[in-house]
């Protein structure tokens, strides 16, 4: 078994549901949804192009998957997630746009946001000492050789090559779009996610995935709001 955390909005908002049907599945219910009629893309070509996503789930990661160290619990680290949502203030990405990373597609922040940023680092640190060492086939996976120095040193220490000035929040939307297609996809996702494109992106949920073995889909385990012990004060 697998463990992330990550951004994911609740499983009623709207772009969680706008998101949810384009990749063709629901993390939260972990079923199958109706592929929308009213795209570009043929089914056949959409669940070729969201096969990647799809099976992670809809998210930003703050803590890439990893496997529990053989000294911690499973009820410890709901705890430390717990604890986490608890102490970060919920805040708002001014706006998201629709980007192009290398082959995939994603909605990212418009500008560098110093609470998100903020909230990754606590991730990274926090959960670092949960993770259990990588295997070599996990490092080999990761393409060392391709990875820049400073991202082979991150991947060594913390088991993901993007982390603190190497992060760069994404909600991924496409696994790799060949370049003939891209114009295409890019238009079909532009439509398909205008009510969100160019606005602002409520950061005041967090989650944490579980994956039951290598390669299942990732499942919410459970997701919290952001600040519930200021909450719990006021209250």
Not at 19 to 32: E, I, K, T
Not at 63 to 75: C, G
Not at 156 to 174: D, R, S
Request: hydrophobic share 45%.
């Amino acid at each position: 078994m697998r463990y992330a955390i990550y951004f994911a909005p609740p499983a009623d908002d709207r772009l969680s549901q706008t998101a949810s049907r384009w990749l063709g599945r629901d993390a939260f219910l972990d079923g199958a949804l109706t592929w929308p009629q009213d795209l570009a893309l043929e089914r056949e070509q959409q669940m070729a192009l969201t096969a990647e996503p799809r099976r992670y789930g809809f998210h930003g990661t703050l803590k890439a998957p990893f496997e529990l160290a053989s000294v911690r619990s499973e009820a410890e680290l709901i705890a430390a997630f717990d604890e986490l949502a608890a102490e970060i203030e919920p805040f708002d990405i001014p706006d998201i746009r629709l980007q192009q990373i290398g082959p995939f597609f994603a909605l990212v922040p418009c500008a560098h946001s110093a609470p998100l940023q903020a909230l990754a680092e606590q991730a990274v640190r926090r959960f670092e000492p949960f993770r259990a060492p990588l295997s070599e086939a996990d490092l080999a996976r990761r393409n060392p050789e391709k990875l820049t120095q400073r991202q082979q040193v991150h991947l060594a220490a913390w088991g993901y090559p993007y982390v603190f000035e190497e992060f760069q929040f994404h909600l991924t939307l496409t696994g790799p779009v060949p370049e003939e297609a891209r114009d295409l996809v890019r238009e079909t996702l532009e439509a398909a996610f205008d009510t969100f494109i160019g606005r602002p992106l409520s950061i005041s949920t967090i989650a944490l995935f579980v994956e039951p073995q290598r390669g299942a889909p990732f499942t919410v385990h459970s997701l919290l709001p952001l600040g519930s012990a200021s909450a719990r004060k006021i209250a």
